[in-house]
């Protein structure tokens, strides 16, 4: 355990252990100049548990790097490190496994799955992108997800491991169409939905027709065209109508109407390389409007406006906001 943890809160925590991770990603990625590594030392000095948490990281990573990589480049360990949720699992086991003195973290231990493996459809930073599936459907992955498709003579599967996808799907009587988030399965009885999953539970908008949810634990829930619901793997978590605005990212905008301003600065971290870092109270506050996804400066400036918050920009990789 780190010094102190007992007294950090774990909202404090796990965003001390994502910024950690983004900056190691931005160092080892060979683009940090002068100006990034003078941003990467204020931030260490901020705080005593930025260094600390770092400083541990950098041993889980060493002792990553030490083990076979299976022909993994550098770049793939990068986009890991981007992925929220398989940063956050590298992190947890790579400090815990640092604390213990262990000096070897293989691939298969730390469960990393962020890593795009032959067959995945993914999208990177600030990425938007269409596939046309081998039956015929059209899917369309968020920024920073990831998809494997998995289709044979009797059903039709997507596994979504990050992040957000859209799919129109082609009719096929003979074969279910299934989006598996790993908490449970998004059986389609009709045509166009979406799913995401932000690591902790997955969401479903129905866009036309009617879709099941079906959790790892059997719970199960019918939604019409106009409905959502979130879901973890023992329950339905909460179910409703959409608010109309959650496929507006398909063309680069964001339409938020009464949400947490942390949750819509987490739907823009997807379209900015580099951190946003929010205090606690700062990013409670509510949030409604519309903000463009493809220029995330211009959509920061517009949260700044629009509430009581200051922006502190710490070159171009990081900015930090707290409450005025």
């Known amino acids: 355990m780190l010094p102190g943890a007992c007294r950090m809160s774990q909202g404090r925590r796990e965003r001390i252990l994502d910024e950690a991770a983004q900056w190691m990603a931005l160092l080892q990625s060979g683009h940090a100049g002068a ?104 899917l369309v992955l968020d920024a920073r997800s990831r998809v494997r498709p998995e289709f044979d003579g009797y059903r039709r599967r997507l596994r979504l491991r990050e992040g957000r996808l859209l799919v129109d799907v082609a009719r096929d009587p003979a074969r279910p169409f299934v989006v598996d988030t790993g908490r449970g399965q998004v059986e389609a009885q009709g045509t166009r939905f979406q799913v995401s999953d932000d690591g902790a539970s997955s969401r479903v908008v129905v866009l036309e027709s009617r879709v099941r949810i079906t959790t790892a634990d059997g719970r199960q829930c019918l939604l019409e065209r106009g409905q959502s619901a979130r879901f973890d793997a023992s329950a339905i978590l909460a179910r409703g109508p959409a608010e109309g605005g959650e496929s507006a990212w398909l063309d680069g905008r964001l339409e938020v109407r009464d949400r947490p301003l942390g949750e819509v600065l987490e739907a823009l971290r997807a379209y900015r390389r580099g951190i946003i870092s929010v205090a606690d109270d700062a990013a409670a506050l509510r949030v409604s409007g519309i903000y463009p996804l493809d220029d995330s400066g211009v959509a920061l400036a517009l949260l700044e406006q629009s509430l009581p918050i200051r922006l502190d920009y710490h070159g171009p990789y990081w900015v930090s906001i707290a409450s005025r």
Do not use: C, K
């Open 35 to 138: 100006e990034e590594r003078l941003a990467f030392q204020q931030w260490r000095q901020a705080d005593a548990e930025h260094g600390a948490v770092f400083d541990r990281l950098s041993l889980g990573l060493q002792s990553f790097r030490n083990e076979p990589l299976h022909g993994l480049r550098a770049e793939q360990l990068i986009g890991a490190l981007e992925a929220p949720s398989a940063r956050r699992r590298f992190l947890q086991r790579s400090l815990a496994l640092a604390a213990f003195g262990v000096a070897t973290l293989a691939l298969g231990r730390i469960g990393i799955v962020g890593f795009p493996w032959p067959g995945d459809l993914y999208t990177g930073t600030g990425q938007r992108q269409s596939f046309r599936l081998e039956d015929g459907s059209q």
